[in-house]
Each structure stands twice: as C-alpha cells, then as structure tokens.
C-alpha cells in the first residue's frame, strides 16, 4: 500500500508571524528622517516704531490663539508673514476665527504712523468677519515682553 504525500515532509514550515526585529529601527529612522527635513518658520523682523501706551494689559491666550495682523508705514498689510491686500483681510481672518470657536485674539501691529483711515478700513474688515477680540499692541507693552524673558 502507498504512503499519502510519498513520505516526505518538509523540516520548516511558512511562519505566519510578522518579523518585527527591524520595526524599532524603522522607527527611529522615520523619526530621524522627519527631525531633519522639517522646517519650522521664523517670525522675520519687522522694523516698526511702535505706538505708546500709558497703561497697558498682557493678553492671557495661548500663543497659538493670538493672529498677528502688521501693518507698515505705507500701509501694506501682512498675516502671518504673507502679504495681503485691504479687501483680503475679511475673507482670511473670518474662516480662522470660526475655526477656533471664536477664541482667536486678533493682535493689530502697526507702526506709529500709520494712517488713521487705514486702521479705520482694517477694524471695518474685522467687524465684517465677526471678529470681537481684537487688543492693539504698544511700545510700553513691547517692553514688558522683553523684561519677561
């Protein structure tokens, strides 16, 4: 009588464990890897002469729920690091505001000669994006951030 399967036998047999010796190295080489090619974004310096204050109040919100809004002398406009026109200002800042359950604390930056009208036209555009916290920034308050750190 013959033997089922001819009397040979296979010595391994197929695992079906996934091998997982390499998996730590593959970590921290993705971890490496993504350590070295992000780029974080530097506030560039912006040359203002600031506006003065007799008294002034530190706003108590994260740094990630203040929108700086710079405003320079000849009354270009910047969010952000990225310029932007007057009629822009609503229909960038409204959908940000929204989005942060209305927590976000709008932070106008301007030198001191800036024109009045440019302001004026600045919070109207504010206004028409429902934004109601919005502080100005000064020269008094400047200095209290440096004697902080």
Same mark, same amino acid.
């Given at each position: 009588m013959p033997i089922k399967g001819g009397g040979f036998s296979r010595k391994s047999q197929a695992s079906s464990k996934v091998p997982d010796s390499s998996m730590a190295d593959i970590a921290f080489l993705l971890l490496? /890897? /993504?350590m070295v090619t992000t780029v974080f974004q530097k506030d560039r310096k912006v040359d203002l002469v600031w506006p003065q204050a007799e008294a002034t109040q530190k706003i108590d919100a994260k740094l990630k729920d203040i929108l700086?809004?710079?405003?320079? =002398?000849?009354? %270009?406009? /910047?969010i952000n690091d990225r310029p932007y026109e007057m009629g822009e200002i609503s229909a960038v800042v409204g959908p940000l505001y929204v989005s942060t359950d209305r927590a976000l604390v709008i %932070?106008? =930056?301007?030198? =001191?000669? !800036?024109?009045?009208?440019?302001?004026d036209l @600045?919070?109207?555009? @504010?206004v028409a994006a429902g934004v109601v916290r !919005? !502080? /100005?920034a000064t020269e008094l308050e400047q200095r209290m951030a440096r004697e902080r750190r």
């Open positions: 490496i /890897f /993504f700086n809004i710079w405003i320079q =002398r000849d009354g %270009s406009i /910047f %932070s106008i =930056r301007g030198d =001191r000669e !800036v024109q009045y009208t440019t302001i @600045l919070q109207k555009q @504010l !919005v !502080v /100005f």
